[in-house]
């Protein structure tokens, strides 16, 4: 499975950034989908994740009422809207896969993984 994120960048605090994540090399309704993000100087955290068949989702405490997942499988895409976005949500934000029909919420949960987009949240 390949993975590319895209959409990041950089916006002013309380902005809003959508971010996507394209998919490839397996059927992408099999695969559960997870974002996680990783600031300097720290560990990579969750941040939400879906399962394949959208049933499933979860949210670090963190992005809840924030953060808005979703995925479209005619498209190969999950998405990751952000909204009233903080300083401290500026990290690398990576997407990752697993086969399954749960919303994962741990790094060792996933063996495929994009190679992230730069998020900043700043004035």
């Known amino acids: 499975v390949q993975l590319q994120a895209s959409g990041g960048g950089l916006v002013q605090p309380g902005g809003s950034l959508r971010l996507s994540c394209a998919a490839s090399g397996r059927t992408f309704s099999s695969l559960a989908m997870g974002w996680f993000r990783q600031a300097p100087g720290k560990e990579r955290e969750f941040v939400a994740g879906?399962?394949?068949?959208?049933?499933?989702?979860y949210y670090a405490d963190s992005v809840k009422g924030r953060f808005t997942i979703s995925r479209d499988n005619a498209k190969n895409t999950v998405y990751l809207q952000m909204s009233s976005l903080k300083p401290e949500d500026t990290a690398v934000y990576y997407c990752?896969?697993?086969?399954?029909?749960?919303?994962?919420?741990?790094?060792?949960?996933?063996?495929?993984w994009g190679k992230g987009t730069q998020v900043t949240v700043s004035s």
């Open positions: 879906i399962s394949w068949s959208g049933g499933s989702i």
């Open positions: 990752a896969a697993v086969k399954g029909d749960y919303a994962y919420t741990e790094v060792l949960s996933y063996n495929y």
